[in-house]
């Protein structure tokens, strides 16, 4: 891929460029070099992809299909992605710096998410409530919200679109994308996929560009019913604040600073595995990676002895290297802020096993796999999401302490248990506020699985059967059963 390459916006069904001509460049984490031009997006290009799912959702070809028939669109579209996941993933990889073993799955896994949300979409019904009035009948029908928002950042990407517009088109909704201008380039393959699986025009639009004017306008439009948005908790504040523009309906999935507890009777080497996966995988740019950890006293030096261990063995490299277990981070933004908040770490007290500081001898936004030993729960690195491979570890001796430091915390999105004592799992589930809880394992997801956090990780929930709910709303429709005419009101009985 040594051309640069020029991408295209897919609104209403066509291919094109920011109607002031207006790009800016992508750039390879893993070399630091622009590899694509994205356009930029001005106000009236978003003002035109916002009306067209409106025009398609109030009379176009999709307003006038059947459940099942929408359903069918979504198998097209997962066969597709199942088809085309190597292509997508290499995309995804040069983009964002993420393993390609990593974009490759996922890209492939996400087609179960389509195939799910295809099977929902005839599934979706109302009620016919036990009404306290005689000869009345009353039902609820579920009816599409109309035009969707759903704002996805960079890292998981295709997930994100998946939980997002899976459940939105299976309910009738039509869809305004936005990409996130750190990495756009594998939204705009995966609308060649949307345009070859042969949906109506205007159903699902791909738009890109930055926050103001592209995501401003897009979150204010009047025409915009719901907004589905990922990403941090600065700007999820002006996306509600822009809602008020619209009422909109709003879910917001924001970032977390998830606990990875271990008790003295977890079998240690899963535990460790477990840690491993959860903060080192995809460099630590996830969500739910988790980045607390709290060890028992009892089993914390042995614990910390075998990860830093298997930290320093970790082989950094280029991402699309089969043989590479830890890639890029993806922005300089990201690099220097995981390097300040180390450097605090430390003046605060923190000791650093390993790593804690930028690969020296290669070129690219490399960080080594970094475990910071934290002597105090009010450390500033304990509740500051870094999006990067950096632990926080720190040590406690009984159930309330951990719980206690655990949900001291402006974060609730997930949390990791490992003990041996199911008892104690459950207790320690229903005591930790985070909205996704994994015992004696980490982050597992599932299509039929809801997802979503507390506090400042957000609220509303993605993924799963009521999801697709989520994005309708209910009519009640009373029936006069009798015979009898109405009486008049002003006519003395």
Same mark, same amino acid.
């Given at each position: 891929?040594?051309? #640069?390459?020029?991408?295209?916006?897919?609104?209403?069904?066509?291919?094109?460029?920011?109607?002031?001509?207006?790009?800016?460049?992508?750039?390879? $984490?893993?070399?630091?070099?622009?590899?694509?031009?994205?356009?930029?997006? +001005?106000?009236?290009?978003? !003002?035109?992809? &916002?009306?067209?799912?409106?025009?398609?959702?109030?009379?176009?070809?999709?307003?006038?299909?059947?459940?099942?028939?929408?359903?069918?669109?979504?198998?097209?579209?997962?066969?597709?992605?199942?088809?085309?996941? =190597?292509?997508? %993933?290499?995309?995804?990889?040069?983009?964002?710096?993420?393993?390609?073993?990593?974009?490759?799955?996922?890209?492939?896994?996400?087609?179960?998410?389509?195939?799910?949300?295809?099977?929902?979409?005839?599934?979706?019904?109302?009620?016919?409530?036990?009404?306290?009035?005689?000869?009345?009948?009353?039902?609820?029908?579920?009816?599409?919200?109309?035009?969707?928002? /759903?704002?996805?950042?960079?890292?998981?990407?295709?997930?994100?679109?998946?939980?997002?517009?899976?459940? /939105?088109?299976?309910?009738?909704? &039509?869809?305004?994308?936005?990409?996130?201008?750190?990495?756009?380039?594998?939204?705009?393959?995966?609308?060649?996929?949307?345009?070859?699986?042969?949906?109506?025009?205007?159903?699902? !639009?791909?738009?890109?560009?930055?926050?103001?004017?592209?995501?401003?306008?897009?979150?204010?439009? $009047?025409?915009?019913?719901?907004?589905?948005?990922?990403?941090?908790?600065?700007?999820?504040?002006?996306?509600?604040?822009?809602?008020?523009?619209?009422? @909109?309906?709003?879910?917001?999935?924001?970032?977390?600073?998830?606990?990875?507890?271990?008790? =003295?009777?977890?079998?240690?080497?899963?535990?460790? !595995?477990?840690?491993? @996966? *959860?903060?080192?995988?995809?460099?630590?740019?996830?969500?739910?990676? *988790?980045?607390?950890?709290?060890?028992?006293?009892?089993? /914390?030096?042995?614990?910390?002895?075998?990860?830093?261990?298997?930290?320093?063995?970790?082989?950094?490299?280029?991402?699309?290297? =089969?043989?590479?277990?830890? %890639?890029?981070?993806?922005?300089?933004?990201?690099?220097?802020?995981?390097?300040?908040?180390?450097?605090?770490?430390?003046?605060? %007290?923190?000791?650093?096993?390993?790593?804690?500081?930028?690969?020296?001898?290669r070129k690219g936004l490399f960080f080594e796999p970094t475990i910071i030993e934290c002597p105090r729960?009010?450390?500033?690195?304990?509740?500051?999401?870094?999006?990067?491979?950096?632990?926080?570890?720190?040590?406690?001796?009984?159930?309330?302490?951990?719980?206690?430091?655990?949900?001291?915390?402006?974060?609730?999105?997930?949390?990791?248990?490992? +003990?041996?004592?199911?008892?104690?799992?459950?207790?320690?589930?229903?005591?930790?506020? @985070?909205?996704?809880?994994?015992?004696? +394992?980490?982050?597992?997801?599932? #299509?039929?699985? =809801?997802?979503?956090?507390?506090?400042?990780?957000?609220?509303?929930?993605?993924?799963?059967?009521?999801?697709?709910?989520?994005? +309708?709303? $209910?009519?009640?429709?009373?029936?006069?059963?009798?015979?009898?005419?109405? @009486? !008049? $009101?002003?006519?003395?009985?």
């Open positions: 891929m040594s051309e #640069p390459v020029h991408y295209r916006m897919l609104i209403n069904g066509e291919w094109v460029n920011a109607s002031d001509g207006a790009r800016f460049d992508s750039i390879n $984490p893993a070399t630091e070099q622009a590899w694509c031009s994205i356009p930029e997006a +001005t106000a009236d290009d978003i !003002n035109r992809a &916002v009306e067209t799912a409106h025009d398609a959702f109030s009379s176009g070809e999709w307003a006038s299909l059947t459940p099942t028939a929408r359903g069918k669109y979504l198998r097209r579209l997962a066969e597709l992605l199942d088809e085309q996941s =190597e292509h997508l %993933g290499r995309i995804e990889t040069i983009d964002t710096g993420k393993m390609l073993k990593e974009t490759r799955w996922q890209a492939k896994y996400i087609a179960e998410f389509f195939q799910f949300y295809a099977g929902c979409a005839d599934k979706i019904s109302g009620q016919t409530l036990p009404i306290d009035k005689p000869d009345m009948m009353t039902i609820t029908l579920r009816e599409p919200l109309g035009v969707v928002a /759903a704002v996805v950042p960079w890292n998981s990407q295709l997930f994100l679109v998946a939980v997002k517009i899976g459940p /939105a088109l299976a309910a009738g909704n &039509v869809v305004v994308l936005k990409a996130s201008e750190h990495a756009s380039a594998a939204m705009l393959e995966f609308g060649k996929l949307v345009e070859a699986a042969g949906f109506p025009p205007g159903v699902i !639009n791909i738009v890109t560009g930055h926050a103001d004017p592209c995501g401003k306008v897009l979150t204010s439009h $009047p025409l915009v019913q719901r907004i589905s948005f990922t990403g941090g908790t600065g700007a999820a504040k002006h996306v509600v604040r822009n809602s008020a523009e619209n009422f @909109a309906q709003v879910s917001l999935e924001l970032g977390g600073k998830s606990p990875f507890i271990v008790f =003295e009777d977890a079998v240690l080497e899963s535990a460790v !595995n477990g840690s491993i @996966a *959860g903060i080192f995988a995809a460099t630590g740019q996830s969500c739910v990676a *988790g980045s607390r950890l709290y060890l028992h006293d009892s089993i /914390a030096d042995q614990f910390l002895a075998r990860m830093v261990e298997i930290a320093k063995t970790i082989k950094i490299g280029d991402p699309q290297d =089969e043989a590479t277990q830890m %890639g890029p981070l993806c922005t300089a933004a990201q690099m220097a802020h995981i390097e300040t908040q180390v450097a605090l770490a430390k003046t605060e %007290g923190g000791c650093i096993l390993t790593g804690g500081q930028r690969v020296a001898d729960q009010d450390m500033t690195i304990v509740d500051t999401e870094l999006f990067g491979p950096v632990l926080s570890v720190l040590r406690f001796t009984s159930e309330d302490e951990v719980v206690a430091h655990a949900n001291a915390s402006q974060h609730g999105l997930a949390a990791g248990i490992f +003990t041996r004592d199911s008892a104690r799992s459950i207790r320690m589930a229903r005591r930790i506020r @985070a909205g996704i809880i994994w015992i004696n +394992t980490y982050r597992v997801i599932s #299509p039929i699985a =809801e997802f979503g956090g507390m506090k400042a990780s957000g609220y509303g929930r993605e993924s799963g059967m009521q999801a697709v709910y989520d994005y +309708t709303r $209910p009519k009640t429709v009373w029936m006069n059963l009798s015979t009898t005419p109405i @009486a !008049n $009101p002003f006519q003395p009985r």
